[in-house]
């Protein structure tokens, strides 16, 4: 928007103060653009800063996010398929991708290098001067009309811009390795949130069987209790086994809304997107593992991407240390510079004057430093350094990998036992329930037999979901540690 400012004489009869108005207008549209646009640090320190640029960005942030939304399909979805959702909407892997074309353009930029330089110019003058000559002075104008290229070329520089490229094409093999180790990350995430809202929907089945039971016995002890055969102290213990059953309940709904929240944050969907899953018993899973601790780690070894980061930074390091190294030798470079001219002069007294021709400079240009006080020496050993400590991060991290794997192992191996405990434990404790509540109701066990059983049935029903799920997360992180999720032909560690 343009304001037009104007500021009037005084007409006659026009007082002072009426003559000073524009002026003050004026200074006051100034100050107030002043204050509308200046920017200051919090004025105390006991109170948190506010200002309305809170509310600009906060707008300019809402047209960065890409609001994605999960297709309608009419049928629950597998970890497959949101896994393939979640590659495409999560902005981390769209982060890790511009992170990787961002390092090609730096490669590209360092090839560059191999090329000469050229650039045009022109350039137009007029230059006037008083020559003296004896007593007098003699005005010159000389007008000046200038074409030039500059060619520029670096013949040899002992490996410098060889070592830079090298440098940069390691970095863009990292940063696409950490784009791989991105999607990796992801695919386990959402494993996780699935699998946990799997064990979630399923303690929630229990929680209700459970509660179910709980009423069931508070039932009998009530129809007991009106029979004359049971006492007071029986039916409240049974009414507090059943608040107990629902408060349980109600702690599992609870978790589960939130696994909803971690499942849709990471397929990229608002937190309060409703995902519907695959019941536990739709989803297959193995029996064992056939392949052995040492071949999951040789695998582990050959493709975990962060692994790979690490052998690519020690690519750079060498490149960067071969830079260092070619400062102690001469650069030479070939210069050319054709200009073609124009120019016209004037004299006092005199006619005008041309000429043009086509001027220039061609050079070698041999540079060495001779001493620069141990820079060169000291970049060359700092060089050296960071070869050393990119090799000891691969060290470091193989060892991080062989232990992640035994651990992921050694995990699922006690979850595929654990399965088959939960599993006998389940029948056993549904067996005494219901031997417990019959032989109850026939007057042979007490009330404390009965609620004593009920909770053990209930604790085998949830651990029983929990194991199942377990195995599922088992083979889900070991897959995660031994990079199998990411590979085109993924291996499945079961027979």
């Given at each position: 928007m343009t304001r037009s400012i104007f500021i009037a004489g005084r007409s006659k009869g026009e007082s002072p103060s009426t003559k000073r108005r524009p002026f003050l207008s004026l200074v006051a549209t100034i100050f107030s653009f002043t204050s509308l646009y200046a920017q200051s640090p919090p004025a105390s320190p006991n109170r948190p800063w506010h200002s309305p640029e809170e509310q600009n960005l906060a707008q300019e942030g809402k047209r960065y996010r890409q609001n994605a939304l999960l297709p309608p399909s009419g049928k629950a979805w597998s970890p497959a398929e949101l896994i393939d959702f979640a590659e495409?909407?999560?902005?981390?892997?769209?982060?890790?991708?511009?992170?990787?074309?961002?390092?090609?353009?730096?490669?590209?930029?360092?090839?560059?290098?191999l090329f000469p330089l050229l650039s045009a110019a022109v350039m137009s003058g007029v230059e006037r001067d008083e020559v003296p000559l004896g007593t007098r002075f003699y005005r010159f104008t000389i007008p000046t009309v200038q074409a030039s290229l500059d060619l520029s070329y670096t013949i040899f520089d002992f490996g410098a811009r060889r070592g830079r490229i090298d440098a940069e094409r390691a970095r863009l093999?990292?940063?696409?390795f950490a784009f791989n180790d991105v999607h990796r990350n992801l695919i386990f995430q959402v494993q996780q949130a699935y699998y946990r809202l799997l064990n979630a929907s399923g303690q929630e089945a229990a929680a209700r069987a459970s509660l179910e039971n709980s009423e069931q016995v508070q039932q009998a002890a009530e129809a007991r209790l009106q029979n004359g055969l049971a006492t007071l102290p029986d039916v409240l213990e049974a009414r507090s086994a059943t608040a107990q059953a629902q408060y349980d309940l109600q702690a599992v709904l609870?978790?589960?809304?939130?696994?909803?929240g971690d499942l849709a944050?990471?397929?990229?969907?608002?937190?309060?997107?409703?995902?519907?899953?695959?019941p536990l018993d739709e989803i297959p899973t193995p029996e064992s593992i056939s392949e052995t601790i040492q071949q999951v780690i040789e695998?582990?070894?050959?493709?975990?991407?962060?692994?790979?980061?690490?052998a690519a930074n020690v690519r750079a390091a060498n490149a960067e240390r071969r830079e260092a190294r070619s400062a102690f030798y001469p650069d030479l470079t070939?210069?050319?510079?054709?200009?073609?001219?124009?120019?016209?002069?004037?004299?006092?007294?005199?006619?005008w004057g041309h000429t043009a021709d086509?001027?220039?400079?061609?050079?070698?240009?041999?540079?060495?430093?001779?001493?620069?006080?141990?820079?060169?020496?000291?970049?060359?050993?700092?060089?050296e350094a960071d070869v050393r400590e990119s090799e000891?991060?691969?060290?470091?991290?193989?060892?991080?990998?062989?232990?992640?794997?035994?651990?992921?192992?050694?995990t699922l191996t006690t979850a595929f036992h654990q399965r088959e405990a939960a599993t006998a434990l389940l029948t056993a404790a549904t067996q005494s329930y219901n031997s417990s509540l019959e032989s109850y109701n026939y007057g042979v066990r007490n009330l404390l037999d009965v609620t004593a059983a009920q909770k053990v049935l209930a604790g085998a029903r949830s651990a029983d979901v929990l194991a199942r799920t377990q195995v599922l997360t088992a083979l889900a992180d070991l897959a995660y540690r031994a990079a199998d999720s990411i590979q085109t032909n993924t291996r499945t560690p079961h027979q």
């Open positions: 495409s909407h999560n902005p981390a892997t769209r982060v890790s991708w511009q992170n990787a074309i961002a390092r090609g353009e730096e490669l590209g930029i360092a090839r560059s290098e093999l990292a940063a696409n609870g978790e589960e809304q939130i696994v909803r944050s990471a397929l990229g969907l608002p937190a309060a997107t409703l995902v519907p899953i695959q695998r582990a070894l050959g493709q975990r991407p962060d692994l790979q980061t690490e070939f210069q050319a510079q054709p200009a073609a001219e124009s120019l016209y002069v004037q004299q006092q007294t005199l006619p086509l001027a220039g400079s061609l050079a070698l240009h041999l540079k060495w430093t001779v001493f620069d006080g141990g820079a060169r020496r000291s970049r060359l050993a700092q060089a000891a991060r691969v060290d470091a991290v193989s060892n991080r990998i062989e232990d992640d794997v035994w651990t992921a192992y050694a």
